[in-house]
Nanobody, 121 residues
Framework: QVQLVESGGDLVQPGGSLRLSCAAS????????MGWYRQAPGKQRELVAS???????NYADSIEGRFTISRDNAKNTVSLQMNSLQPEDTAIYYC???????????????WGQGTQVTVSS
C-alpha cells in the first residue's frame, strides 16, 4: 500500500556531510510521525531522529546537534542532514513513517529498504 524510497547514502570521510532523503508513495490519506533509524553491524536498530507532522523533533543523545531532520508534508518526504560525520555513524539508515491508509482505513508503520552510510578515511 505504501512504499518508502530512500536515497543519499554514500562513503564519506570523517568530518564530511551527507543528506539522506525519503519519499513516500501509495494509498496515503495522511502521514503522521516520520523518522530515521540506523543499524550498525552487531547492534540493534536505534532511533536517530523523528519528526511529527507539525514539526516537533526528537534526536538521539549521540547526535549532539550534528544532524537535522526535516519534512515536506505536501511532497510526503523527510530528510536527514548529517554533518561532522564520524566512523561511529557508519550504519544502514532506514526511513520510517506512520501512515493513515484508505484500504482498509487503518494506521500502519512502514519502513524503507535502507541506505548504507559508511564513514571512513
Amino acid at each position: 500500500q505504501v512504499q518508502l524510497v530512500e536515497s543519499g547514502g554514500d562513503l564519506v570521510q570523517p568530518g564530511g556531510s551527507l543528506r539522506l532523503s525519503c519519499a513516500a508513495s501509495g494509498s496515503i490519506i495522511r502521514i503522521y510521525d516520520m523518522g530515521w533509524y540506523r543499524q550498525a553491524p552487531g547492534k540493534q536498530r536505534e532511533l536517530v531522529a523523528s519528526i511529527t507532522r507539525s514539526g516537533v523533533t526528537n534526536y538521539a543523545d549521540s547526535i549532539e546537534g550534528r544532524f537535522t531532520i526535516s519534512r515536506d508534508n505536501a511532497k510526503n518526504t523527510v530528510s536527514l542532514q548529517m554533518n561532522s560525520l564520524q566512523p561511529e555513524d557508519t550504519a544502514i539508515y532506514y526511513c520510517n513513517a506512520r501512515v493513515y491508509v484508505s484500504t482498509p482505513p487503518v494506521i500502519n508503520n512502514y519502513w524503507g529498504q535502507g541506505t548504507q552510510v559508511t564513514v571512513s578515511s
